[in-house]
Nanobody, 123 residues
């Protein structure tokens, strides 16, 4: 059973930074990518970033390119999302996701999700 546990959300001022972490367990051959999606208030969930665990290829949504960086620690089965230059429009619940690299590197939401962590960016 895939389990994803997020940490690192919080409140930050515009222009600030946060780092999210996600510890994964129970991954199988079909869940070879980890990533992050987010759901802003009143909007649909959207993919933010993803990384192929074996090779390190990445996907980023256009809205976060140049500001967010996804990385992984294979030994710890952990993925990180470093978020810089945060904007109020980045406010959302951020979910760690696991899935196939085919779908996640194409911007898909994945097959499994964590409980989510709130990120709030204020002016």
């Amino acid at each position: 059973q895939v389990q994803l546990v997020e940490s690192g959300g919080g409140l930050v001022q515009a222009g600030g930074s946060l780092r999210l972490s996600c510890a994964a367990s129970g991954l199988t051959g079909s869940t070879n990518a980890l990533g992050w999606s987010r759901q802003p208030p009143g909007k649909e969930r959207e993919a933010v970033a993803a990384i192929w665990l074996n090779i390190g290829n990445t996907y980023y949504a256009d809205s976060v390119k140049g500001r967010f960086t996804i990385s992984r620690d294979i030994a710890k089965n952990t993925v990180y999302l470093q978020m810089n230059s945060l904007r109020p429009e980045d406010t959302a619940v951020y979910y760690c996701a696991a899935g196939s690299r085919t779908t996640m590197l194409a911007g898909g939401l994945g097959y499994h999700w964590g409980q989510g962590t709130q990120v709030t960016v204020s002016w």
